[in-house]
């Protein structure tokens, strides 16, 4: 079995490759914000305020979704419908309901770069330099340095999860990179 991620579920693959003596033949991580709380507050920033709103629009919709659902649910629509960033939804929900103290607990203790070192599965992570979503620190080169199991690719372009070449391919950068290292 090979395991593949994208954006934060490259983050829950390299975290899992990295936390547990998988089974897996390989895995492949592509556009990771490895550091949780330094991505989260980038996606508040600038152009990026566009994605901010669109991903806590779909949350905040899950959630209100399950408090119709389930009317013993332990939030309210009015905590819901503040929230305004991603930090405030992990703040108000994914940390509690999850076992985490606050945003802070969780994005400390689920950052794919604290379990590169640990990984025994061959894998492939692919972050572009210009990914707009990821800080410095999304880009554990001393980490996959340290780990023979990790390749690290760092392509100058890509944005997040683009990875075209030209406007012509039919496949992206990112694809053949897969297929030739799920391959080899």
């Known amino acids: 079995i090979d395991l593949m991620g994208f954006s934060l579920g490259g983050n829950l693959t390299l975290k899992f490759v990295g936390e547990s003596k998988s089974l897996l033949n390989k895995a492949v991580a592509i556009s990771v914000p490895c550091d949780l709380k330094s991505s989260c507050h980038k996606i508040e920033k600038g152009f990026n305020k566009f994605y901010n709103k669109r991903f806590v629009c779909s949350l905040k919709s ?3 979704h399950k408090i119709e659902v389930f009317p013993n649910f332990k939030l309210s629509q009015e905590q819901v419908n503040k929230v305004k960033t991603v930090y405030e939804f992990d703040e108000l929900y994914t940390a ?4 985490y103290k606050n ?3 969780y994005y400390q203790k689920c950052s794919s770069k604290w379990f590169i070192k640990n990984i025994t599965t061959p894998t492939l ?3 572009a330099l210009d990914d707009p979503f990821l800080t410095p620190e999304c880009f554990p080169f001393e980490e996959t ?6 390749t690290f690719l760092t392509p100058k372009h890509g944005g997040h999860v683009g990875f075209m070449e030209s406007i012509n391919d039919k496949t992206l950068w990112s694809e053949r990179q897969i297929l030739n290292f799920l391959n080899l």
């Open 96 to 99: 509690p309901f999850h076992g």
């Open 145 to 150: 340095s340290n780990n023979s199991n990790v």
């Open 62 to 64: 899950k959630i209100l």
């Open 103 to 105: 945003a802070d607990d």
């Open 125 to 127: 992570l692919i972050n």
